[in-house]
């Protein structure tokens, strides 16, 4: 299958003369180890890649070796499946560890998910050897959580970039949006110190280049990065110069990213009551507070203490991501606290709720003539937003993931006429193919909301939470008829057993296709070639749904979610419980899982 011609490899070597010579190397997980002698098939591959890809991999040589005996000849579907990235599914997050003398960095990573000062300094080392060589500064900041936590992460990151001579632009603590805004507009990369809306003792590092995430497929990439990651020489580098500028954030940059906010159109909906924050103790909380005294916004803190409360403790966006639309009593102190007040002003209330780092958000709405809390999640904001800013004038174009409700699709095309796509699971994935002369909106139903905003140049492209919610704000504030939406998450599931074509992947298949009351038409996504998923056809082949099933990137868990139109909620149920028990029965996970509307 993947015999290789002598003048492949005669073209492979004249390219290399052109574009660099590219490197693909073998790891073995279960050794911890490089496999230095490769048989002479995995050879031949590694000539492939090497001429294909304009990047360097390193690869899995123990799902190598299940790719070929799958007889599977398809170049990128080999790197999606087999090729290691070190950053899951935004970055990399870890229980954040004050353990300096901890060489053994990558294995503390890998098993037991510790985020240590060596693997971050290395980690930067990686991230900075694929980027311009005359690169000299770099934009820094953090989400505050290390005000109570200090594991040196922060100090970590100061020192990589000190060992490379780079000038460091700290802003200190702000929302990741504000820096990336900043990055775009200095033209440089930045570096945010997050674990957005992990608990507190977790920290995290996200890369921005161009004002944008990294992406798999690329030569400054997430591969590319692991690449570098595996072969750095890690011989300590002495520290000619530590070169760090503390700066204030720009205004002229603040007023550029909150620009779309009209906030006489925001009073108009608080109705003279103040806005409600669960900021989750984040960094956005003392940024918001003094923006909203700027403009005569009365506020009432529910978790804006920045270093005094932990990040994410008992607060923020993640704690609403399990409730459905309608609350009429919770424990969650949000929505506690809006009940409570709600009944006792009896007066429509209205909180926005973000995640530490501030890219995300939702909206409560304390409802006084129902007395309940509804929760608009980022697929109704997106909706919202999408909704009141549609001109007929103007194409628009609206991104969701496959996390999204399904039926927000149809409710885009239909009522305003937009394009719609969809994207894997992450923000990043929704500015894939953003056309500059449309109106765009992407989002996806864990609070990210991404609006193109056109005062920068290029286009600023970044999810915001408090500026999402300020514009939703502007207009009346109620959800679209909403399809049907399940998920079950399998925690502890050994993860190694789930990628394409193992023996799971083909039983839940089978079992997916057995069940007949659907028709399926499969469909894959960039650079998620391990997530099992089907469309849902009606017996007209109308396309109603989505089922798929999916493998956390940061996290040993593994979900199977369903989205469909209304109409189609008691079928949806019945599939879902079908795979349910499949897993149950191999894995005996009865008591052991956690459903989510």
């Not at 006792?344 to 006084?368: E, P």
Request: proline share 3%; aromatic share 12%; with cysteine.
């Amino acid at each position: 299958m993947f015999d290789i011609l002598f003048i492949t490899l005669i073209i492979s070597i004249l390219n290399s003369y052109y574009k660099g010579i590219r490197m693909v190397k073998f790891f073995d997980f279960d050794l911890m180890k490089f496999i230095e002698k490769p048989s002479d098939i995995v050879r031949n591959i590694k000539a492939l890649i090497e001429e294909r890809y304009d990047f360097d991999v390193i690869i899995d040589i123990n799902k190598l070796d299940f790719f070929i005996k799958k007889n599977k000849d398809n170049l990128d579907t080999l790197i999606n499946g087999c090729a290691y990235k070190i950053p899951g599914t935004d970055g990399v997050r870890g229980i954040a560890k004050e353990n300096k003398s901890n060489n053994d960095f990558l294995n503390s990573f890998i098993l037991n998910k510790e985020l240590t000062p060596k693997f971050v300094e290395h980690y930067i080392n990686a991230f900075i050897k694929m980027l311009d060589n005359n690169l000299n500064q770099i934009v820094i900041a953090e989400d505050g959580r290390e005000l109570l936590y200090n594991n040196n992460i922060k100090n970590a990151v100061i020192t990589a970039l000190s060992e490379n001579n780079i000038k460091i632009i700290d802003l200190g603590i702000i929302p990741t949006p504000l820096l990336v805004a900043y990055a775009l507009e200095m033209n440089i990369p930045a570096i945010m110190i997050t674990a957005s809306h992990n608990p507190p003792t977790y920290n995290g590092i996200k890369l921005f280049i161009d004002g944008k995430k990294l992406y798999p497929f690329s030569k400054c990439g997430e591969f590319q990065l692991t690449y570098n990651f595996f072969t750095l020489d890690k011989s300590n580098t002495e520290i000619k110069n530590i070169d760090t500028i503390k700066e204030e954030y720009p205004i002229n940059i603040f007023k550029k990213i909150f620009n779309q906010v009209n906030f006489n159109k925001v009073r108009n909906t608080l109705n003279n009551t103040p806005i409600y924050l669960d900021l989750a103790n984040g960094a956005f909380s003392s940024i918001a507070k003094n923006y909203f005294n700027s403009k005569n916004i009365e506020y009432v803190e529910l978790a804006c203490e920045l270093g005094v409360k932990e990040i994410n403790k008992d607060c923020g966006v993640a704690l609403l991501e399990d409730l459905p639309f309608i609350v009429k009593e919770s424990k969650l102190p949000s929505i506690n606290r809006l009940l409570l007040d709600g009944k006792r002003l009896d007066s429509t209330l209205y909180a926005i709720v973000c995640d530490g780092d501030g890219d995300r958000a939702f909206i409560l709405k304390y409802d006084n003539t129902k007395q309940c809390v509804f929760v608009f999640n980022g697929d109704m904001l997106g909706y919202i937003i999408a909704k009141n800013n549609s001109n007929n004038n103007q194409k628009g174009q609206f991104c969701l993931t496959i996390e999204s409700d399904y039926a927000l699709s149809s409710v885009i095309k239909n009522e305003l006429g937009w394009t719609t796509d969809e994207v894997g699971v992450g923000d990043r994935y929704l500015i894939n193919s953003v056309d500059e002369d449309a109106l765009f909106v992407g989002c996806e139903r864990s609070g990210h909301v991404i609006i193109k905003n056109d005062e920068f140049d290029p286009p600023l492209l970044s999810g915001n939470g408090l500026l999402t919610a300020l514009i939703a704000l502007q207009f009346d504030i109620k959800k679209y008829d909403t399809g049907f939406n399940k998920k079950i998450t399998f925690y502890d599931f050994p993860l190694e057993d789930f990628y394409n074509g193992s023996n799971i992947w083909n039983e839940l298949n089978n079992k997916i296709l057995e069940f007949d009351i659907f028709n399926y038409k499969e469909f894959s996504l960039d650079y998620e070639y391990n997530v099992l998923g089907y469309k849902l056809l009606n017996k007209e082949d109308k396309e109603i749904g989505l089922i798929y099933i999916r493998k956390s990137g940061t996290e040993p868990k593994i979900s199977i979610s369903i989205s469909t139109l209304i109409n189609y909620k008691l079928a949806a149920v019945l599939l879902l419980n079908t795979i349910k028990k499949e897993i149950n029965l191999k894995y005996s996970f009865q008591n052991h899982f956690v459903t989510k509307k």
